[in-house]
């Protein structure tokens, strides 16, 4: 995986979103670029383990993930 982002801003345009498949309208969100990857340096360590989290239970809690714009741009 190329980890090399130049310029990858943290109010990042996009966002990655794995969906619960157990409880609707509850996701997990992180910013990403446009191909979907998450600098996981500018990650909180609590958001951190929740994308690595979310990562491993891709089809057992959540939906694989999405790139979508964020609603912060």
Same mark, same amino acid.
């Given at each position: 995986m190329n980890t090399?982002?130049? $310029?990858f801003q943290p109010a990042a345009l996009y966002e990655l979103r794995f969906k619960s498949l157990f409880h609707e309208g509850r996701?997990?969100?992180?910013?990403?670029?446009?191909?979907g990857h998450?600098?996981?340096? $500018?990650?909180?360590?609590?958001?951190?383990?929740?994308?690595?989290y979310a990562r491993a239970v891709v089809g057992r809690e959540y939906s694989a993930p999405a790139v979508q714009l964020s609603d912060l741009h």
């Open positions: 090399n982002f130049g $310029s996701a997990l969100t992180f910013p990403c670029d446009a191909g998450v600098v996981l340096d $500018s990650l909180s360590e609590r958001a951190r383990d929740n994308y690595l």
